[in-house]
């Protein structure tokens, strides 16, 4: 019965969602600082609806826009006018989208019992995700337990997976995933990092002797008034839900909310934008919670933010051309964590500072995590380089977490190795 009502519940939420029909994802190749200029006064003209899914910022970089069917002659005859050089990266947005959910609607028949027959390899609704998390605790109750550190606007609970064997305020580690809700493949990760945890405890010598020494906290959904809306109403949703006041545009970038740099370049103050960086600091209960916690804990060594798409592990700073005083130590050890991630299967990523490897970025997580005092703060973005972008094919779920989880070890192995 519970798999019929799951059923017929996704029915009704793929009937209720936005269509993408028409739409495609154009890929803009620049050829100087001038089209990059050219593209950035594109960006702004928010009549278009433009859906920057990599922003315009140099000429050796990639812009890969999402552009409604109303929008599409109008943006590619701006392009052809300033001779500006695209190509179609995604036919029409609606095929992809339906071909996910036809593999999500299979999935539902089938109802895990336990965290052994939950299906990794498929993507999941915040209630699955949330079912899990307990379904993992009550399997695994001296190893994991389940906090919740805040509310998001809408009310929801801001679940955190404890991986601990005892001992109060240890050093830890923290994970996030999912901080922007329409990175549908990080979420995915996070739940198959927090198995494989409880799998590899006890039988793997790295992972034991961390949790011995440490404790590890994953927030697997980050964004769930954002997630939720992606899988109701809206896929491609980045921000959170709260309303704006004065604008009939809602949510705030949480990647760009935090009091690092806040509101500098790299962040839009425009509500309708996607990186739109809120009213203040900290405006976020999504971001506002994590930060409440980084602050009563006082003892994380490791920070470790997962988004998609692209293929790069970052470190700090992404809002000022200023290095860290450790950026040797990160980039040596982001130089690690890539080769050890390209081992499994190849994939190659590129690594670096934020500023320096993509953009000026203000208000991000990890220059505020790194300015608290934990040293070891990471971004990655994960698979793919734009094929898909953000609509990555489920199957290649568990490669992607897989790949991952061997640079995630090699930043913990060398976090509790350093910082204890």
């Known amino acids: 019965m519970k798999g019929l009502l799951g059923f017929a519940t996704l029915i009704v939420a793929v009937l209720c969602r936005e269509s993408f029909d028409g739409h495609q994802v154009l890929r803009i190749t620049a050829g100087d600082e001038a089209e990059i200029n050219l593209l950035k006064e594109l960006s702004e003209i928010e009549e278009l609806q433009l859906d920057f899914w990599t922003e315009p910022v140099h000429s050796t970089l990639p812009v890969d826009v999402h552009v409604s069917s109303q929008s599409l002659q109008m943006v590619k005859m701006y392009l052809e006018f300033h001779n500006i050089h695209y190509s179609v990266m995604m036919e029409n947005v609606q095929n992809v989208l339906d071909e996910e959910q036809r593999e999500m609607i299979g999935a539902r028949l089938h109802q895990p019992r336990s965290t052994d027959d939950y299906d990794y390899a498929n993507y999941h609704t915040l209630a699955e995700i949330y079912n899990f998390m307990d379904m993992l605790v009550a399997e695994n109750p001296t190893l994991v337990s389940k906090i919740v550190i805040g509310q998001s606007y809408e009310g929801r609970p801001l ?6 064997t005892g001992g109060s305020n240890r050093p830890a580690i923290w994970i996030d995933t999912g901080i922007h809700s329409r990175e549908w ?24 002797a961390i949790l011995n020494k440490m404790d590890i906290f994953l927030e697997i959904v980050t964004n769930p008034d954002g997630f939720h809306y992606t899988h109701t109403t809206n896929r491609m949703w980045r921000k959170t839900r709260k309303p704006n006041p004065g604008s009939s545009c809602v949510g705030v ?29 900290h405006s976020e209960s999504e971001v506002k919670s994590i930060v409440d916690f980084v602050k009563a804990h006082g003892n994380l060594k490791a920070f470790v933010s997962i988004h998609a798409y692209s293929q790069m592990l970052l470190y700090p700073y992404g809002y000022t051309k200023t290095p860290t005083p450790d950026q040797a130590e990160l980039h040596s050890l982001a130089k690690k964590a890539i080769t050890d991630l390209s081992s499994l299967y190849g994939t190659r990523y590129r690594y670096g500072s934020i500023i320096n490897t993509i953009y000026q970025a203000s208000g991000g997580t990890i220059d505020w995590t790194y300015n608290q005092g934990i040293k070891y703060s990471y971004t990655f973005e994960l698979r793919d380089t734009g094929r898909y972008g953000f609509i990555l094919p489920a199957n290649q779920i568990l490669p992607t977490a897989r790949e991952t989880w061997l640079a995630l070890m090699t930043i913990m192995e060398h976090t509790k190795a350093n910082a204890i």
């Open 159 to 164: 679940n955190v997976l404890k991986f601990s």
């Open 185 to 208: 493949v990080t979420q995915a990760s996070g739940t198959w990092f927090a198995k494989k945890i409880v799998t590899d405890y006890g039988r793997d010598q790295a992972i034991t």
């Open 253 to 281: 970038d949480p990647n760009r909310n935090w009091d690092a740099g806040f509101g500098g370049p790299g962040a839009s103050g425009s509500p309708c934008s996607e990186t739109y960086r809120g009213p203040r600091a």
